[in-house]
Nanobody, 125 residues
Framework: QVQVVESGGGLVQPGGSLRLSCAAS????????MGWFRQAPGKEREFVAAIRGSGSYTYYADSVKGRFAGSRDNAKNTVYLQMNSLKPEDTAVYYCAAGPDRGPIRTSPSFYNYWGQGTQVTVSS
């Protein structure tokens, strides 16, 4: 059983930056692909980014490409999401999730087995 806990959310002005962290425990961290998702009020949960277990490859949603950067430190069992040039439409609860690191990068939430509780990101002036 893997547990994941997100942190780093908050209120930021448009154009600002935040870095989210997700700490995992209870498994061999490098065996898991880690995904970031977000959910705004009244909307479905949507894919943001995913990173391979080795950290060698990260895939991004078109809506965040060029603004967000994912990384991971397997020695610390932690994955990060650096969010730059934030926009009001980035406002959502952001979730971290772990799924088996095999096959292609998956963007569907159903692929990921273990989820954190989420952290709120609000982009507003």
């Amino acid at each position: 059983q893997v547990q994941v806990v997100e942190s780093g959310g908050g209120l930021v002005q448009p154009g600002g930056s935040l870095r989210l962290s997700c700490a995992a425990s209870g498994g061999t961290f490098s065996n898991y692909a880690m995904g970031w998702f977000r959910q705004a009020p009244g909307k479905e949960r949507e894919f943001v980014a995913a990173i391979r277990g080795s950290g060698s490859y990260t895939y991004y949603a078109d809506s965040v490409k060029g603004r967000f950067a994912g990384s991971r430190d397997n020695a610390k069992n932690t994955v990060y999401l650096q969010m730059n040039s934030l926009k009001p439409e980035d406002t959502a609860v952001y979730y971290c999730a772990a799924g088996p690191d095999r096959g292609p990068i998956r963007t569907s939430p159903s692929f990921y087995n273990y989820w954190g509780q989420g952290t709120q990101v609000t982009v507003s002036s």
